[in-house]
């Protein structure tokens, strides 16, 4: 079966400071990926998608970054936090193929930055 | 891309009460998906409507699309505690199916 995994649950990062959150995804390949953001008591924001190894698609401009270096691995990254980058970050995937996109969602990283 | 506004943004109910949350679009929609979330919790996929007017039921959860194509609906009936969390409908748009979803509907349900 399929799961999702990612990592760390919560994280206080500093101003300034660099960011990098990962997710991994196993029992699948070529999955569709992505990044959502959700701040306190929001919607989901759609961040990135990644439809293939290297292929990242950024949908709002912002201070982050997001890499795939495998084909089910996502990788969310920062140079330096922003106090507006805090929030519950949700990596997720749904299958390459038309007709059955339901999403699964990992169990997501709260940041807070001070 | 494609957007769905979701209302009410909150709902408080007494337990036992019905609850209603509802997802429009100014677009024809090629179909929808339902997700909850709990407090502190990811979303969890609950369902998807792909036809016009089509109705799916799951226990005390029903779920519409309508004949349009442009709005659905979620409905509890004689809610209980564990309906407590946050409801997001999700419309898929580009044609890398990219989930995008509603504000979502919070839900408190007072016992």
């Known amino acids: 079966s399929q799961t999702i995994h990612q990592w760390p649950a919560t994280l206080v990062q500093p101003v300034g400071s660099p960011l990098s959150l990962e997710c991994t995804v196993e029992?699948?390949?070529?999955?569709?990926l992505y990044w959502y953001r959700q701040a306190a008591g929001r919607g989901l924001q759609l961040l990135f998608y990644s439809v293939g190894i290297g292929q990242i698609s950024s949908e709002v401009p912002q201070n982050l970054s997001a890499s795939r270096p495998q084909d089910r691995q996502f990788i969310l990254s920062s140079k330096k936090l922003l106090l507006s980058d805090s929030g519950f970050y949700l990596c997720?995937?749904?299958?390459?193929?038309?007709?059955?996109?339901?999403?699964?969602f990992g169990q997501g990283t709260r940041l807070t930055v001070v | 891309g494609q957007q769905v506004m979701q209302i009410p943004q909150y709902q408080h109910v007494q337990e036992g009460e019905d609850f209603t949350t509802y997802c429009n679009s100014s677009t024809t929609l090629s179909n929808i998906q339902w997700y909850k979330q709990r407090p502190g919790g990811h979303p969890v996929f609950l369902i998807q409507l792909v036809k016009s007017g089509e109705v799916k039921k799951q226990k005390r959860l029903t779920f519409q699309f309508g004949e349009a194509k442009k709005n659905s609906s979620l409905h509890i009936t004689a809610t209980q505690t564990t309906d407590v969390g946050t409801y997001f409908c999700a419309i898929l748009s580009g044609g890398s199916y990219i989930p995008t979803f509603g504000r979502g509907t919070s839900l408190i349900v007072h016992p």
């Open positions: 997720a995937w749904s299958p390459d193929r038309a007709g059955n996109t339901e999403a699964f």
């Open positions: 029992g699948t390949s070529n999955p569709n």
